[in-house]
C-alpha cells in the first residue's frame, strides 16, 4: 500500500499521469502480489512436497512413502483419519441439518436460541470441546468421581464427539444458507400438492439442498481430517495423520516422515478442492424467488419434530455443559475433584500474557489479510491483470492446505537464510495471512460482482482516476469485504492451533498453544481459566467490533466459510 | 342465486400485528366460474387467496368448501391447487414428474401417472415436452407445465396468483384464452388474482375490487366498470373524469345538475337522489364525443382547448382544458376522424347517461 500512497501525489492526477498510473500501477502491484503469494503459500507447500522426496542430501526417492506404506502403523493413521472424517461428515451433516431445518422452519421460539447455541462453539478454540470432555468425562473426570461413571471417552467416542462439537457450526451455516436459496413457493406447492412433511423433505427439499449439503460435507471432512488439537488429546490409543506428523517433528525432528505425512494428508484435500472448485461450480440450485412471501410456519409435526429437536438438544446441551465446564474448571482447585472456589489459576501472567500476543498477531493479521485480500479482488476484477484464476488458485490452496502441512511447510522454507523468520512474531502473521487470505479475496469478488461497474465509470467519467475512483467509491462499497475478511482472519488466529503450534516460540507463545499446552500436560485448572480469559476476550472483541460496525454503517455479515 | 356456491369466504380476516391485511371479506363463488380479486399491491389479495390454499391461517373467518368448512385443513389435505406467480415448479424433476407430482406422492401406480401426466400435457399443448427440464422451458411453457400440476388433482377450485405478471404482453393476452378455454373445457371453477384490471376484466365472469384489505365492490365486469360504487373503483378499473355538482329539480326522464363546468342534463338519476344532493359525476374518456367547435350553448356541451394528445394506435387520448378543469378524452378510430393537435379549440358533448357517484366518500379521501 506504501506505493499506492506515494503515487497519489498531485502529478498522478493529471490525465496522462493517471493514464499511466492505470497501466502501471495494477501491473505492479499484481507482481508484488504473485511474488508474496509464490513466496508464503507455493514455496512452503512446494517444500513440504521436495522434503518427501529427497534423501538427506538433496537427491530424489520415494524411500520415505515406501517406509510409510510399509509400517502398518501409518497405513492405519490413514484409515483412522479417513474413518473419523467420514463418520465426523455424516453427523455434522444430519445433525446440522437438523438445527438447520428447525432454525429456519420450526416453531418460532426456538429459532433463535438454537441457531445461538450451534453457533456458540465458533468462538472457543476448536480442541476447547476435547479440553471440556476430559474434564467431565475424562478418568479423572467429574462424571467418574461423582457418578462413578467410566466413560470410555479417550479413542473415537472422544475424537468424533469433541470433533462434532467444534465443526457443527461451520456445517450448520453452509447448510443454513442453502435452505435459504430454497424459494419457499417450491415447498408451499408441493405442500398444495398433497405432500406432508416428511414427503416434502425426503422429495423436494433434501434433494433441491444436496449439492449444497455435498459441499457442506466436503468441508467439514476437510476440517475434521486436518483437526490436530482433538485427536492429539483425545486419541488415546488410535493415531492419525496430523497428529503423527506433529509428533514426527516434535518428537524426532524427522522432517522427511512428517512430510510425507503431509502430503498424504494433502491428497484428500486437494481432491475436495478440485470437486469443489471444478465439478460442483454451478450445479446449486438457487431457486429464490423475486417476491418474498409471508411464510407462516406450516407446524412441523410431532414425529419429525422429536426426530430433529433431540438431536439438536442434546447437542446443545453438550454445548452448554462444556462452556460450563470450563468455567467451573477455572474457578475452582480441580473441577470435580476439589470444588473450593479459587482464582489461583488466574494467578500465572503467561496466560495474560499468551492472550496479547495472540491479539497482536491476530489483529495485525486480520487487517493485513482483509486490505491483500480485497486489493487482491479489486486487481482481479477491475483492471486488466490477467492472472485471476492463478491469483484465486493460489489464495484458495492456502485456504484448503491442512494448518498441519502449513505449519511444517514454514519451518521447512523459513528456517534459513535469506528468510530466516523462525521463532519471530513474523512467520506467524505470515502464516494466517497466507492461510485466511482467501475469505477477503472470495468476499471481495462477490461484492464486486454486485457492484455495478457503471458505479465506478461514472466517477472515472467526472474526472477521477484509478486510484481516486478506487480510494472514493470501490473502497467504501467493499467495505464490507473487507470487514468479513478481517472478521474471518482475526477470529481464526485466535483460537487456530495446527499451523501455530510448529511456528512458536518460548517467547511467543499464542493463547490457543499455551492452552493446548497445559490441557495436554494436564494442567486443566490453567488452560480452563486461560480459555475462559480467551472467549471472553473473543466475545468482547465481537461485541466492540458489533459496535463500530453499527457506528460507521458497515454490514459485517457473519464470516463466511 | 339459487345453487349453493362452491366456495364460500365467510368473514375472512387476517391480522399481522397491527396491520389488517384481509378485513371481513364476504364473497361466494359458483360452481365454474371465474372470479377474479383486483387491486393494487398490498391490497391483500394474494393473502386472501393464500388463506383459500391453506398457507395462510386467518384470524378470524371461515373457508367453506363445497359445504365444508376447510378453514382449519392444511394446504395438503385441501381440494385446492395454486399455480404461483413464479410458477414454483420443481427444478429437479422434469416436466412430466412435475406434473405427476401429486398422483406419484400418492403412489398411484405409476401406468395410471403416466397416462394422467400425457392427458394433462396434451390439455395444455404441451406433448412432447415430458422428459424436459423446467430450466429449459420458456415462460410461457413454464406456466403451462404449472397449470397441468395443478390440475392434476382435479382440484375443485384453482387458485391463480398473478399468473401472467412474468410474461410478456403478447403471451399474456395469449394465455389469458388458455385460462378461459380450460374453464370451458373443464368447467373449472378459477379464483383468480391480479393487480391488472385489464386483464381481470377480459377473463372474468365476476370480479372482487379489493383495497386495504376489503372488497369494494364485486360484480360482473361491465357493471364494475359502468357503475363503480367508488372514486376509487372508477379509477381502478379504467381512466375517468369526476365532475361535483349538485342534484336540480327535475322532470321524469330530466334532471339537471349544477356543476362548475355549467349545467349538465341527464336522463335518469338513482331512485335514492333528490334534489339538492351533491355527486360526483363520471365521465368515462370514451364517453365524451369530440368535435369541431360549435358555437351553440346547448345542454351538455362544453367548448375546451386540447392541451396534450397522446397516440396509442386504436384510439388518441386528448387532454381538454375546459375552464381550468383538464378532462380525459379519447377518439376511438383515429384513422377515420380528424385528429386535433395541441392548442386546438374543440367541443365536446358529455353524455346524458353518466352514472353517479356520491360526492368524496371518506373510503376515497386516500384512493383518489
Redesign the interface.
Known amino acids: 500500500m506504501a506505493t499506492t500512497l506515494s503515487l497519489e501525489h498531485p502529478t498522478a492526477h493529471t490525465r496522462r499521469g493517471g493514464q499511466a498510473a492505470a497501466r502501471l500501477l495494477p501491473a505492479a502491484l499484481a507482481c508484488l502480489l504473485v511474488a508474496w503469494l509464490a513466496v508464503f503459500i507455493a514455496y512452503p507447500a512446494l517444500a513440504v512436497l521436495l522434503r518427501s522426496l529427497s534423501t538427506k542430501v538433496g537427491g530424489f526417492t520415494l524411500a520415505h512413502y515406501q517406509s510409510f506404506f510399509a509400517k502398518g502403523y501409518f497405513l492405519r493413521s490413514l484409515l483412522n483419519t479417513l474413518i473419523l472424517g467420514a463418520t465426523v461428515t455424516g453427523l455434522c451433516l444430519s445433525l446440522g441439518f437438523a438445527v438447520a431445518y428447525l432454525v429456519a422452519r420450526g416453531p418460532r421460539p426456538l429459532r433463535l436460541p438454537l441457531r445461538v447455541l450451534t453457533l456458540a462453539p465458533l468462538i472457543a478454540p476448536p480442541y476447547l470441546f476435547g479440553l471440556a470432555l476430559i474434564i467431565l468425562a475424562g478418568r479423572r473426570g467429574v462424571l467418574a468421581q461423582l457418578l462413578d461413571m467410566r466413560i470410555p471417552l479417550y479413542g473415537w467416542l472422544g475424537v468424533i464427539l469433541s470433533q462434532v462439537l467444534s465443526l457443527l457450526p461451520v456445517a450448520f451455516l453452509m447448510i443454513e444458507n442453502v435452505l435459504a436459496s430454497l ?1 419457499p ?2 415447498e ?9 412433511e416428511p ?1 416434502l423433505l425426503r ?2 427439499i433434501l ?2 439442498a444436496s449439492p449444497g449439503l455435498l459441499k457442506a460435507g466436503l468441508l467439514t471432512f476437510g476440517l475434521s481430517i486436518a483437526d490436530f488439537g482433538n485427536p492429539a488429546l483425545l486419541g488415546g490409543g488410535l493415531s492419525f495423520l496430523a497428529p503423527d506428523a506433529y509428533l514426527m517433528v516434535t518428537g524426532e525432528w524427522n522432517m522427511e516422515m512428517a512430510s510425507v505425512l503431509s502430503v498424504i494428508l494433502l491428497v484428500p484435500t486437494l481432491g475436495i478442492f478440485l470437486v469443489q472448485h471444478y465439478w460442483l461450480k454451478g450445479k446449486t ?1 438457487t ?1 429464490v ?3 418474498a ?2 411464510a ?1 410456519p ?2 412441523i409435526g410431532g414425529g419429525l419434530l422429536t426426530a430433529l429437536l433431540t438431536p439438536s438438544l442434546v447437542f446443545g446441551a453438550l454445548v452448554v455443559g462444556s462452556y460450563g465446564v470450563i468455567a467451573l474448571g477455572a474457578v475452582t482447585k480441580l473441577v470435580g475433584i476439589d470444588n473450593t472456589p479459587t482464582m489461583q489459576h488466574f494467578a500465572s501472567m503467561a496466560g495474560f500474557d499468551a492472550i496479547w500476543t495472540s491479539f497482536q498477531v491476530s489483529l495485525t493479521a486480520g487487517l493485513a489479510a482483509a486490505m491483500v485480500g480485497t486489493g487482491l479482488a479489486y486487481l482481479c476484477m477491475r483492471t486488466e491483470v490477467r492472472l485471476r484464476g492463478l491469483l484465486e488458485l493460489t489464495t484458495l490452496i492456502g485456504f484448503a492446505l491442512p494448518g498441519t502441512v502449513m505449519g511444517i511447510g514454514y519451518i521447512l522454507a523459513f528456517n534459513s537464510p535469506p528468510l530466516y523468520l523462525t521463532g519471530t512474531l513474523a512467520i506467524l502473521i505470515l502464516n494466517m495471512i497466507a492461510r485466511f487470505l482467501a475469505v477477503g479475496l472470495e468476499a471481495g469478488v462477490s461484492k464486486l460482482y454486485q457492484i455495478d461497474v457503471g458505479i465506478e465509470e461514472a466517477s472515472a467519467d467526472l474526472g477521477a482516476g484509478l486510484l481516486t475512483t478506487f480510494r472514493r467509491i470501490t473502497l467504501p462499497l467493499m467495505s464490507s469485504a473487507f470487514a468479513a475478511g478481517f472478521l474471518f482472519t482475526f477470529m481464526q488466529s485466535m483460537i487456530s492451533l495446527s499451523a501455530a503450534i510448529f511456528l512458536v516460540a518460548p517467547g511467543n507463545l499464542l493463547a490457543s498453544v499455551y492452552i493446548f499446552n497445559r490441557a495436554r500436560d494436564g494442567d486443566m485448572g490453567i488452560a480452563c481459566a486461560t480459555s475462559l480469559l480467551l472467549i471472553l476476550s473473543l466475545a468482547a472483541c465481537l461485541a466492540g467490533l458489533a459496535v463500530l460496525a453499527r457506528r460507521t454503517g458497515i454490514r459485517m455479515s457473519a464470516a463466511h466459510t | 342465486m339459487n345453487e349453493q356456491p362452491l366456495l364460500s369466504l365467510d368473514g375472512l380476516t387476517k391480522r399481522y400485528g397491527a396491520v389488517l391485511a384481509v378485513c371481513d371479506v364476504q364473497a361466494d363463488i359458483r360452481r365454474g366460474e371465474l372470479v377474479s380479486f383486483v387491486g393494487p399491491s398490498g391490497c391483500g389479495k394474494t393473502t386472501l387467496l393464500r388463506i383459500v390454499g391453506g398457507f395462510v391461517r386467518p384470524t378470524a373467518g371461515r373457508v367453506i368448501l363445497d359445504g365444508e368448512d376447510i378453514s382449519s385443513l392444511p394446504p395438503n389435505q385441501r381440494a385446492t391447487a395454486m399455480v404461483f406467480q413464479n410458477y414454483a415448479l420443481f427444478p429437479h424433476l422434469t416436466v412430466a414428474e412435475n406434473v405427476g407430482y401429486g398422483l406419484t406422492i400418492r403412489r398411484r401406480p405409476a401406468a395410471e401417472v403416466g397416462r394422467r401426466v400425457e392427458e394433462l400435457l396434451s390439455l395444455v399443448q404441451l406433448q412432447g415436452f415430458g422428459h424436459r427440464r423446467p430450466a429449459q422451458l420458456s415462460g410461457g411453457q413454464q406456466q403451462r407445465v404449472a397449470l397441468a400440476r395443478a390440475l392434476s388433482l382435479q382440484p375443485k377450485v384453482l387458485l391463480l396468483d398473478e399468473p401472467l405478471s412474468n410474461l410478456d404482453a403478447n403471451l399474456r393476452v395469449q394465455m389469458r384464452t388458455e385460462i378461459t378455454r380450460l374453464q370451458r373445457e373443464l368447467n373449472q371453477t378459477i379464483v383468480f388474482v391480479t393487480h391488472d384490471q385489464e386483464e381481470a376484466m377480459s377473463i372474468s365472469d365476476r370480479i372482487m375490487v379489493m383495497d386495504r384489505g376489503r372488497i369494494l365492490q364485486g360484480g360482473i365486469p361491465a357493471e364494475i366498470y359502468e357503475r363503480p360504487a367508488s372514486r376509487f373503483v372508477a379509477r381502478f378499473v379504467g381512466a375517468a373524469n369526476f365532475l361535483d355538482g349538485t342534484l336540480g329539480n327535475g322532470i321524469p326522464g330530466r334532471t339537471s345538475i349544477a356543476t362548475k363546468l355549467g349545467t349538465l342534463i341527464v336522463e335518469k338519476v338513482s331512485s335514492g337522489l333528490t334534489t339538492g344532493d351533491r355527486v360526483a359525476v363520471l365521465l368515462r374518456p370514451e364517453a365524451i364525443r369530440l368535435g369541431p367547435p360549435d358555437g351553440h350553448s346547448e345542454p351538455n356541451r362544453l367548448l375546451g382547448t386540447i392541451t396534450h394528445a397522446m397516440y396509442t394506435g386504436a384510439l388518441i387520448r386528448y387532454t381538454v382544458k375546459v375552464g381550468d378543469t383538464p378532462l380525459t378524452v379519447d377518439l376511438s378510430d383515429p384513422r377515420h376522424t380528424p385528429a386535433f393537435h395541441r392548442g386546438d379549440r374543440v367541443g365536446l358533448r358529455l353524455p346524458s347517461d353518466p352514472h353517479l357517484l356520491p360526492p368524496d366518500s371518506a373510503a376515497d379521501a386516500n384512493g383518489s
Open positions: 424459494d413457493s417450491i408451499d406447492s408441493a405442500c398444495d400438492l398433497g405432500a406432508d414427503t422429495t423436494v434433494p433441491l440450485y431457486t424467488g423475486g417476491h412471501t409471508a407462516e406450516r407446524g
